[in-house]
């Protein structure tokens, strides 16, 4: 099993900087992609980013290419979202979320567990 934690989330203004954090612990899956999605109010749960420990690779959603990065903290098991220049259309739920494969997904349902999710929202 593998409990996830994310942290972070608050209220900011358009154009600042946050940092989401997601700590790992349980059955990590070290080995596998770890993602970030997030939840506006009335919309279906959409993926963010996701990067793989294997080779390093990174995926983005177009919505925040150039603006967010995901990095993971091998030594914190612990995987993180650096979002800039952030946008009212940033707001919403944000949750980590990890899966027993090797290929990096981009489906919500493609994952196996999840965080609680952070709020994120941003006023503009």
């Known amino acids: 099993q593998v409990q996830l934690v994310e942290s972070g989330g608050g209220l900011v203004q358009a154009g600042d900087s946050l940092t989401l954090s997601c700590a790992a612990s349980?059955?990590?899956?070290?080995?596998?992609?770890m993602a970030w999605f997030r939840q506006a109010p009335g919309k279906e749960r959409e993926f963010v980013a996701a990067?793989?420990?294997?080779?390093?690779?990174?995926v983005y959603a177009d919505s925040v290419k150039g603006r967010f990065t995901i990095s993971r903290d091998n030594a914190k098991n612990t995987v993180l979202l650096q979002m800039n220049s952030l946008k009212p259309d940033d707001t919403a739920v944000y949750y980590c979320?990890?899966?027993?494969?090797?290929?990096?997904?981009?489906?919500?349902?493609?994952?196996?567990?999840w965080g609680q999710g952070t709020q994120v929202t941003v006023s503009s």
């Open positions: 349980g059955r990590t899956f070290s080995s596998h992609p």
């Open positions: 990067f793989r420990r294997s080779d390093g690779r990174t």
């Open positions: 979320a990890v899966h027993r494969g090797l290929r990096i997904k981009t489906q919500a349902a493609q994952y196996d567990y």
